[in-house]
């Protein structure tokens, strides 16, 4: 399946994401406006499929880009999930140059196998650390 990721949030609709947010069992009741604030102090990262200019995945960073990040609000559109959309978009994430050496943090109850993949340890039953190089 071919995939293009776009970075920053003046390059995605806050309205798409909020559709997208709005199918989580997290982020159902936020605002537009809450949702563009957040995607407005954030790193944001949308997922598009080729052949469609619709938002499929988002994702966001919260980073001093010194000693840690936060990764949040990852979602695929139900309808396009289990097609490695989600590990595409989270390794992209995670290989970027602006997280390198940082230590990550993120919470889930249900994605915990995913993202141990990429180094993340379940601090309890629903944080997760991956702890930097340094």
Known sequence: MNYRIVSGAENLKVEEVHNLLK???WAD???VELVSKAMSN?????????NKDELVGFARVISDHATMYYLCDVIIDANYR?????KALVSYIES???????????????AQGL???????VANNRAMIKYSNH
């Open 42 to 50: 954030s790193d944001c990262y949308g997922l598009f499929l080729d």
């Open 23 to 25: 199918t989580t069992y």
């Open 96 to 110: 970027s140059p602006r997280y390198e050496g940082l230590s990550g943090l993120l919470k889930t109850k249900d």
């Open 82 to 86: 289990s097609m490695g959309l989600g």
């Open 29 to 31: 009741k936020r605002s």
């Open 115 to 121: 993202y141990q993949k990429y180094g993340y340890e």
